[in-house]
């Protein structure tokens, strides 16, 4: 069982950043994709990106292709999501995600892809 625990949520001004972090209890952490994804209320889960296991791929939303940046430390067991040029559109419940085993980019982009969840960090970003 990977335990996943995001902090770095907060309350930021349109067009300021946040760095979001996501810890894994695992060892062989190295070896799963990692994605994030958001909640705003009343929506659905949307996909932000994820970053592959083996190159340190990365693939975006084109919500937030150029103004965010996701980045692992297999080291430190940690991915995170650099925000930047943050708006109001941006405020929800960021979850971070860990999925073991090889599949497509396209797929990585549905929560079901992924094995183990995050309990969320808040991100409001006012304008």
């Known amino acids: 069982q990977v335990q996943l625990v995001e902090s770095g949520g907060g309350l930021v001004q349109a067009g300021g950043s946040l760095r979001l972090s996501c810890a894994a209890s695992?060892?062989?952490?190295?070896?799963?994709?990692m994605g994030w994804f958001r909640q705003a209320p009343g929506k659905e889960r949307e996909f932000v990106g994820h970053?592959?296991?083996?190159?340190?791929?990365?693939y975006y939303a084109d919500s937030v292709k150029g103004r965010f940046t996701i980045s692992r430390d297999n080291a430190k067991d940690t991915v995170y999501l650099q925000m930047n040029s943050l708006k109001p559109e941006d405020t929800a419940v960021y979850y971070c995600a860990a999925r073991w085993g090889i599949t497509s980019a396209q797929a990585m982009r549905v929560p079901d892809a992924y094995n183990y969840w995050g309990q969320g960090t808040q991100v409001t970003v006012s304008s």
């Open positions: 970053i592959s296991w083996i190159a340190g791929n990365t």
């Open positions: 695992e060892r062989t952490f190295s070896h799963y994709a």
